[in-house]
């Protein structure tokens, strides 16, 4: 056989194994589908068994997260997290975990724009000024009374 018949084969026989596990190749390069070990892939029952598994933990992290929100805690972290558990199983999380980073990036790298940087500094610095002076009138007005010592 020549290369380009080997070629052909293995490009075909990796299109057969990526049809039989669910993997689809994204445009970006980025290879989407199960992460599932071989073996978990090859038993469709144990594969379901597995995405369920998968399924109900990352829900359970993302559900935290979610409730971390209001409460003390790192909320948008852990509802990633449960996304980044999700997207070792399901194609959509995967998009969305990548469509997330993609704007994430995109946000950092505004965000380090000379022009949008000098005029974030300049918003913190007038608000800075109008909160001190605000201060300095409340304290002008009533003064500094401690608790312990505020006459009833």
């Known amino acids: ?64 997260g979610v409730i971390m929100l209001p409460l003390p805690g790192p909320g948008w972290l852990v509802i990633f997290a449960g996304m980044a558990i999700w997207a070792t199983e399901f194609v959509w999380a995967q998009l969305v975990l990548h469509w997330t980073k993609r704007k994430v990036t995109e946000a950092a790298q505004r965000a380090l724009d000379p022009r949008v940087r000098r005029r974030n500094i300049i918003l913190t610095t007038v608000g800075l000024v109008i909160v001190g002076v605000l201060g300095a009138v409340y304290l002008w007005n009533f003064g500094i009374e401690m608790p312990w010592k505020i006459e009833q």
Request: proline share 3%; glycine share 10%; charged share 20%.
């Open 1 to 64: 056989m020549s290369a380009e018949s080997d070629e052909r084969s293995g490009a075909a026989a990796t299109a057969a194994r990526s049809s039989v596990t669910g993997d689809v190749a994204a445009p970006a390069g980025l290879v989407l589908g199960s992460r599932a070990p071989e073996f978990v892939k090859r038993r469709r029952t144990l594969h379901l068994s597995w995405q369920v598994g998968v399924f109900i933990v990352g829900f359970a992290v993302v559900v935290a």
